[in-house]
C-alpha cells in the first residue's frame, strides 16, 4: 500500500511514465525483498528513493536493470513490457544504472573509460577498426571537458581519488545516452561540495532525462528530488513531493526522526 | 611488448617502442634465415606456429580468465585438416592454409558456443571435454587420421610450381604467417573490440550494464583466436612432414597455458617467447636424460611459485596492475 | 536382463571408484576454493601403493589403509609445503601449481614403478568370480561395491552426525565465518587436504584390482574425477554422489554398446551435461553471497 501525492508538482504532466512497476514482488528462499510495489517514474522528473538498510532499494534497482527477475508484477518501460528483455538490451534501449561501488576499468585511463560507454551506445563497441575507437575518444574527450576532470583525460584511472573515481563512473553513465538514469547512492563517502558538484554534473548534461536516485543523504534528496518513495522492509510507504514526505507518519516512523529536522 | 589492454599514447617512450617492434621483429624472424641451419630452421618455424597459438590463447585469457584446456585441440585439428587436404590439392599451399583455417574457426567456434555459459572451473572442464573428444577421434579413427600413428606421406607444400619444401622456405612462410597473425591480434588490441574483451576481463557486470553482449564477445574473441590458431596449425605438419594424435592432447593444451604464463599472459609477444623457452628447454633436455619431463616440471612449479606474473613482465619490471 | 544387470554391478564398482576420487576432489574445492589437478596423482600412488603391499607378504586388508594414510601424509606435507599460499590465488595459479606438480609426479613413479602396467596379486578370497544370474561376475568387484557403500555410510554419518563433520561443513559454507568462531581454519584446510589426498589413495588402491596401474592413469582419473565434480555442481556433496554413479554407468555402458568410440560418447554424454546444467546438476539453490 502506498500513498501517492495528490499535490500537483511543478512539473507539467507529460505523457505516460517512462517507469512503470505494477505489482512487483521478489523473493530469496524464504525472505521476501519485496512486495507488492506499484510506483511510477515521470518523464523529466527526479525520483529519490529512500529507506532503511535492507529495504530492498538496491534490489529494486536489480528489478529493473534486468539482473533479477520479479516474482510477480510487471515492470514496463517506455510502454512496453522489460520481461523478456536481458540487462544488455534493457541498456542498449536508454535504462541506464550505476552501482553502490565505483565500476571502472582499472588499466584505462579516463577518457578511455568513457569512450567504452560512447561506443556501446553507438553500437561500434565490436569493432575491429582503430577509426571507430578514435572517433569515441574525441566524443569522451568532449564529455568529460564539462567535468571537474577537464585536463585529465589522460591519467590512468586507477590513480584517481574515490571522489574523482564516483565522477568518472557518472560519466561512463551518462556516455549511454541514458534517458532514464538509475543511480544507486551516487554520492556515498563524498564530501558535500563533491557531492553537488556531481549532481549538478547529471542534470547539466541531461536536462530532460527521467533519474531514480537512490541515497541515504537526506539532504541531497529533498533537495533535487521532484518526488520521493520511501521504502521498508520491502514496502512502498509513500510516494510523494517531499514535504509531504516528511509530514507522513508512517515515513517518519521508518526514519525515525530523522526526516524531522528538515525544513520543508 | 604489446599490452592487450593499455590506453594508446599514455607513455611517450613506450609508444615508440611500440611503433619500432615490427621493424625490430622483422629482424629478430630474419636472424635464423640468415644462420642457415636446416635443424634451427625448422625448430625455429616451430616455435614461431606453436607461438602463435599459444599468443591466441593469451587473448582468450586475457579476455576474461577464459583458461581453455582445449586450445590444442583447435591447433590439432587445423593441422589435421591441412594434412589430409594436402593430398586432395596437390600441396597447394594457399588452399591448405585456408582449409587449415576454416578448420580452426569451426573448431574454435564450437567450443564457444558450447561453453557460452561457463565460466572458471566448469569452462577448463568443459574446453577439456572437448578437445579429448578431437582426441579420441584422432587416436580411434584410423581409416581418416591415421590412428595413433598418425599422419605420414602427404604432399609438400607448393606455390604454384615452385615447391617449399627447403626449411627455407618452410620457415619463411612461418615467420609470415606469425607476422600477419601477431597484426591482426595487435591491430585488435587496439581496436574498440581490444577494449571491449578486457573491458569484459575487468567489469563484465559493468559491460553489461553498458549494453554490451558478453556472449557475442566471447564468439568474437573464439573466432579471432580460431583464425590465427588455425592459420598456425595448418602449416604445423610440414615442419617435419608428420602430424600425430599428441598435438591434440589436453597435455599439449597445458602445455600452451605454461607457455602462456612462462612468456606472461598480459603480453602478446609473450606467447612466442614462452613457446621459444618451453620448446628450447624441451629440446635441450630431451637429448640428454630421460627425465627431462622431471625437470620442466620442477622448472616450471619454481616459476609459478617465484614468478607468477611470468617472464616478460618481469623483465618489464613490476607486477601486472 | 541379467546381462545388464551384470553390467550395472559393473558400472557399481566404477562408481564407487569415482565417488572415493570426486569426492577428495570436491572437498578441497568447497571447502578452499582450491583447484588440485596433481589430484589423479593422489589415485595412482595409492595403486603402486596397494600393490607393492599386496606383493610383499603383509596382511592383504592393510592394504587399503596403508595406502589412504601414505597418501594422506603426503597430501598434508604438500599443504603445508606449497599448497597452503595458493588457496587465496587466483584459480588460475592453482591449475598452473597442481598441473606443474602432477607432471613431476607422473614422472617420479614411471621412474619409481617402471612404464609397466602392474596388477596387484589378490588374496584368494577376493580373487576369482561368483555367478551372478547366470553370469559369471569378479568377486573383487562386489568387494568394491560393498566397501564403496560402507565408506559413503561412514563419511555420510562423520559428516552429518559428529561435531568435526559439523566443523567441516560449516566452513564449506561460510569460509570466513570459520575463524570468528574460533575454529582453526588453517587446521581445518589441512587436515582437509590430507583427507582428500587419503580418499584419492584408498581409491586407487582399491581401484587397482579393477583398473591396474600404469603412467597414464593419473590423468585418465583426473579428467573423470573433475567430470564428477564439476556436472555434479560445485556446492554440494549430493551432487557428486549423483554424478559418480552417472558417470560410472555411461562410461561402462557405452563400453557394451560402441567398444571402439566408447570414450567419445561418454566425453559427447557428460559434455551435453555439462552444457545443460552449467550450475551442476545438483545445486544448493538460494541467494548467492
Known sequence: MNDVGTDASAMPQEAAPILTLNGVGKSFGAVTVLQDIDLDVRRGETLGLIGPNGAGKTTLFNLIGGLHAPDTGRIRFRGGDLAPRSPAARARMGLVRTFQKSLVFPELSVQDNIAIAVRASQGTGYSLRRSAHVLARSHALSLIDTSPLKGRHAESVSGLSYGEQRIVDILIALAQKPL???LDEPTAGLADTEARTLLALVRRQHARISIVLISHDIDIVFQTCDRVAVLDLGKLLVVDAPRNVVEHPAARAAYLGQLSGIAS | MTSLSRSPGKHAPRAAASRALPLAALVVLALPGLLGDEFLLRFAAEVLLIGTAVMSLNLLIGSGGLVSLGHAAVFGVSAYTAAIVASQVDGNAVAIVLAGTMAGVAMAGLMALVSLRSSGLHFLVMTLVIGQMAWELAFRWRELTGGADGLRGFPKLALGDWYLDDALGLYALAALTALACWSLLRQTAAAPLGQALSGMRDQPLRMTALGYDLKRLRILAFILTGITTGAAGALYPFVNQYVGPNVVHWS??????????????????????????????????SSYTDRWQLIIGILFVTTVVFMPHGIVQKIRGGKTP | MS??????????????????????????????????????????????????WLASGAPWWLAFPAAFLLTAVIGLVLDRLAFARFYARPHLMQVLLTYGLSVVFADLMRWGFSADTLSPALPAILRGGVWIAGLPFPSYRLF??????????????????????????????????????????????????????????????????????????????????????????????????????????????????????????????????????????????????
Open chain 3, 144 to 289: 568394491l561395491i560393498g566397501i564403496g557403500l560402507l565408506l559413503a555410510l561412514t563419511l555420510w554419518y562423520a559428516l552429518d552426525k559428529t561435531l568435526w563433520g559439523a566443523a567441516l561443513r560449516a566452513c564449506v559454507i561460510d569460509r570466513d565465518i570459520v575463524e570468528t568462531l574460533g575454529l582453526n581454519a588453517r587446521k581445518i584446510f589441512s587436515a582437509g587436504m590430507a583427507l582428500a589426498a587419503g580418499l584419492a589413495g584408498l581409491g586407487g588402491a582399491l581401484g587397482a584390482g579393477m583398473l591396474s596401474a600404469y603412467p597414464g592413469l593419473d590423468e585418465e582419473v583426473l579428467i573423470l574425477a573433475l567430470l564428477v565434480v564439476v556436472t555434479g555442481g560445485l556446492d554440494n556433496f549430493k551432487g557428486t554422489v549423483a554424478c559418480a554413479v552417472l558417470l560410472g554407468f555411461v562410461t561402462t555402458f557405452s563400453r557394451v554398446w560402441w567398444p571402439e568410440f566408447a570414450n567419445f560418447i561418454t566425453l559427447a554424454i557428460m559434455a551435453g551435461v555439462l552444457v545443460a546444467y552449467p550450475d551442476g546438476l545438483v545445486t544448493r539453490g538460494g541467494r548467492k553471497a
Open chain 1, 180 to 182: 532514464l538514469l538509475l
Open chain 3, 3 to 52: 546381462y545388464y544387470l551384470v553390467q550395472s554391478l559393473n558400472a557399481l564398482s566404477f562408481s564407487v571408484l569415482l565417488l572415493l576420487t570426486g569426492l577428495g576432489l570436491a572437498l578441497v574445492l568447497n571447502l578452499m576454493n582450491f583447484i588440485n589437478l596433481a589430484h589423479g596423482s593422489f589415485f595412482l600412488l595409492g595403486g603402486y601403493v596397494a600393490i607393492q
Open chain 2, 252 to 285: 599439449m593444451s597445458a602445455a600452451f597455458v605454461i607457455m602462456a604464463v612462462l612468456g606472461s599472459i598480459r603480453s602478446l609477444v609473450g606467447g612466442y617467447i614462452g613457446a621459444a623457452l618451453y620448446l628450447t628447454i624441451q629440446t635441450y633436455l
